[in-house]
Every structure is written in structure tokens, then in C-alpha cells.
């Protein structure tokens, strides 16, 4: 049985990728420093599946212990999930972006390169296409200019894989870039569990429902868009999460640097998603509009015909499913997992 590192694997996309990975029959080790997570999270991971995760409290930055561990499991692939990743918070912080993502990725290509683990695949972000590239975006299209600290950091981190794997023929990288991530599992039992105020569209929408917000504020309608507000590539985070798994039987079997869009290639406006959201659920949605959040991009979506060709994966969750799973997490843990700590 093939074992799978997963760094930062306690958080919102690591937990689900975690429950489809063992559904699929791999071995999960998951280290994590809880700077935006719960242990709780892959204590449910276990719940969902029936099945054990070797866990660490690790910062991810330490490689003493990331030795450790990579001696204690014989690992063959890494997915690097590990990153601070608050737009908003990157402008005001880019030193603490920049020095622990960057800083995580360098720790796990020393210490792979040293125990001879030579497949890690990388969350990337949609973001990296920057401002100018046309819609939909495609993986052959030049990273662009970011708007922010956070995105910088991960064309930079794309750029350091590239040239690791580039130098080092044994070692084998995917890039996946994601598009919106929404939705949770459909027991409820996990899901996004942001601290303090959400910057993120559903979990402000889940909690405005459940009545902790007063009500959203949709950031700008004269957008150059049908119904003014932004547009966007929402994806269900369990189809993202066998997307993962879709790569990693993809890295066990090839070499070289791949760059995947994780996404529906269907975007959504602002107030579709609101309106979806108060149908699926038949909860009201107070919401207003307001000005334009600076860094916006109108619309962004993918072309995600290469995940299809080369993994065999494409979405099959709807927005309802979204709107559904999302609300079903909400309800069930109204203060995420901290009632759990
Ligand atoms: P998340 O914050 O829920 O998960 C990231 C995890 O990494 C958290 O559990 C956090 O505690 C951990 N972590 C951070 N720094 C660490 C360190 N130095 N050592 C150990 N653990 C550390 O976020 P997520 O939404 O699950 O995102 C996972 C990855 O995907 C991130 O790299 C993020 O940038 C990227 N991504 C997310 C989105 C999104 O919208 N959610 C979109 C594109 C890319
Ligand atoms: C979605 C839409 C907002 C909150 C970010 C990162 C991106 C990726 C995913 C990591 C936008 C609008 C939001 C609110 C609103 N993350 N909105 N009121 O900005 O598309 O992408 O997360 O890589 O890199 O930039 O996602 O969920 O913040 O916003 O109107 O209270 O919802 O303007 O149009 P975004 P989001």
C-alpha cells in the first residue's frame, strides 16, 4: 500500500483530500501545525472512513522534524497543502506570507531530496494567472502579475518546483491549480472552518444563514458582467479532493512537471451563488451591495480539459450540491470545530 504525506493535510482541502485518498486505498501520514486548523478535523477524517491517519503537530518549516517523520514512514508522494492563504492578511503581513510558504517548500524539497521521495504535488491557485490573461484560463498561458502578496507567493513556489525538477530528473512535481473551493462532505462532519471573520464568499454566506453575521455585503454590481457582480469557478471540495487522488495515481506512474486547472469551467456570479444558496436551503440571505473589493478580477474560470485528458477526472457535484453541503457543515457545527478542541 502506498503511503501519502500530506503537509498541512489538517485543513479544509487536506481533510477531504485525506477521506478520499483512504476511500481509494492509500495510506494518509498528515502533519500540521494547527495555525489555521483542528486535529479535531482528522479525528472525523478517521470517523468518515473507518480508517487510521498517522498524525504529527509539525511546523512544516522544521526540518528536524520533518526528518522525523520522513523516517518514521516510508513515503511515496507528498501533497504540500501547508500555506497561510488570507488575502487580505498577505497585504498587511508579507513577510509572515512570504516566510512560511516559502519557507514550508523549501523544507520539503530538502528533506524529499535527502530520503529519496521524488513525487510531491503543490496547491496552486487560480491566481497565478494574474490580471491580464483572457478567460478561461489555460495551463499553457504565462503565469501573470499577481494583485497580492499571497498569489506572489505561490508563482514563486511554482517557480521554485519548476526549477527543482528542472535540476533533479528523478523528482517529479504537479501543480494544481485551484479555482474556488466551496462545499464540505456531505456527512457534515467536515468542512471550512475559517478563524475570526471569513474573507471568503460561502463561509460569510453559511454564517450570515446561521445568524452569527449580520448580513453580506456583495462587493461591487457594476462589474462588466450580466448581473454586475463577479463571476467565479466555485468547486465542490470532495470533486477537488479526488482530484488528488487522480494525481496522485497520475505522480506514481510518471515523471517530469505537470500543470493542472482544478475547476467546473462554469462560473457563477456573486448573486447566483446567494440566490442558489437561499433556494437550495430555504434559509434567507440578508445581504446588500457595496463597493468593489480592491484586487477583484471581474470573472475568472477554467479551461479544465487537461485534468480530463491526463487524470481522467472532471467535476460531478453541482452548485446545489454546494450550496447543500456547505450549509449542512454550517448548521451541524456552528462554531466549526472549536466546541470539539
Ligand atoms: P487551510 O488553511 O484550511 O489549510 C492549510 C493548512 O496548512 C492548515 O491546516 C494550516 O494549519 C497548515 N499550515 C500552514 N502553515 C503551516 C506550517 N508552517 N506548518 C504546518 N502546517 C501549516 O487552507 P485550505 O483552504 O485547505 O488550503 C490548502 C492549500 O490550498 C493552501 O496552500 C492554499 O493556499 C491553497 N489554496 C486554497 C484555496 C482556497 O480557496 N481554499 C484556493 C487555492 C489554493
Ligand atoms: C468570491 C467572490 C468577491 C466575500 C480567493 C483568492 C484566490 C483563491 C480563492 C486561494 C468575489 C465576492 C466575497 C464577501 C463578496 N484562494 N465576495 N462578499 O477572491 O475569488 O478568491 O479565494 O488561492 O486566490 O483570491 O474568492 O471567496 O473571497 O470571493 O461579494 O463578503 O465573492 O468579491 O467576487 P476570490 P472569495
Known amino acids: 500500500m502506498k503511503t501519502i504525506f500530506l503537509a498541512g493535510g489538517a485543513g479544509y482541502i ?44 509539525a511546523d512544516i518549516r522544521d526540518n528536524a522534524k520533518l526528518k522525523e517523520i520522513f523516517r518514521e514512514n516510508k513515503i511515496d508522494a507528498v501533497i504540500h497543502f501547508a500555506g497561510l492563504k488570507a488575502v487580505g492578511e498577505s497585504v498587511k503581513k508579507p513577510v509572515m506570507y512570504y516566510r512560511n510558504n516559502i519557507d514550508t517548500t523549501l523544507s520539503l524539497l530538502e528533506v524529499m531530496a535527502e530520503f529519496d521521495v521524488r513525487n510531491i504535488i503543490f496547491s496552486s491557485s487560480a491566481t497565478v494567472y494574474g490580471e491580464s490573461n483572457p478567460v478561461p484560463y489555460l495551463e499553457t498561458m504565462q503565469r501573470g502579475v499577481c494583485t497580492n502578496p499571497y498569489g506572489w507567493t505561490k508563482a514563486m513556489m511554482e517557480q521554485i518546483f519548476e526549477d527543482a525538477a528542472k535540476a533533479d530528473e528523478n523528482l517529479s ?23 475570526g471573520i471569513p474573507n471568503n464568499l460561502m463561509p460569510y454566506i453559511t454564517q450570515v444563514a446561521v445568524g452569527k453575521r449580520d448580513h453580506l455585503t456583495i462587493f461591487g454590481k457594476d462589474y462588466p458582467t450580466p448581473d454586475g457582480t463577479c463571476m467565479r469557478d466555485y468547486i465542490h471540495v470532495v470533486d477537488l ?39 437550495v436551503n430555504g ?53 466549526g470545530y472549536r466546541n470539539s478542541d
Open 283 to 335: 434559509v434567507p440571505v440578508p445581504h446588500e451591495y457595496g463597493a468593489r473589493r480592491e484586487g477583484d478580477l471581474p470573472q475568472f474560470f477554467a479551461n479544465a480539459d487537461k485534468a480530463l485528458k491526463l487524470l481522467g477526472w472532471k467535476t460531478e457535484l453541482s452548485l446545489e450540491d454546494m450550496c447543500r453541503d456547505s450549509w449542512n457543515w454550517q448548521k451541524k457545527n456552528p462554531n
Open 14 to 57: 487536506g481533510s477531504h483530500t485525506a477521506v478520499e485518498l483512504l476511500n481509494a486505498g492509500y495510506e494518509v501520514v498528515v502533519a500540521d501545525n494547527y495555525s489555521n486548523s483542528s486535529p479535531e478535523a482528522i479525528r472525523r477524517v478517521e470517523q468518515i472512513t473507518g480508517k487510521s491517519v498517522k498524525l504529527y503537530e
Open 173 to 195: 512535481v504537479i501543480l494544481l491549480r485551484y479555482f474556488n473551493p466551496i462545499g464540505a462532505h456531505p456527512s457534515g462532519m467536515i468542512g471550512e472552518d475559517p478563524r
Open 241 to 279: 479532493a479526488k482530484g488528488h487522488v487522480k494525481a496522485v495515481d497520475y505522480i506514481l506512474e510518471h515523471s517530469g512537471v505537470e500543470v493542472f486547472n482544478l475547476g467546473t469551467g462554469r462560473p457563477y456570479s456573486v448573486t447566483e451563488i446567494v440566490n442558489a444558496f437561499e433556494q
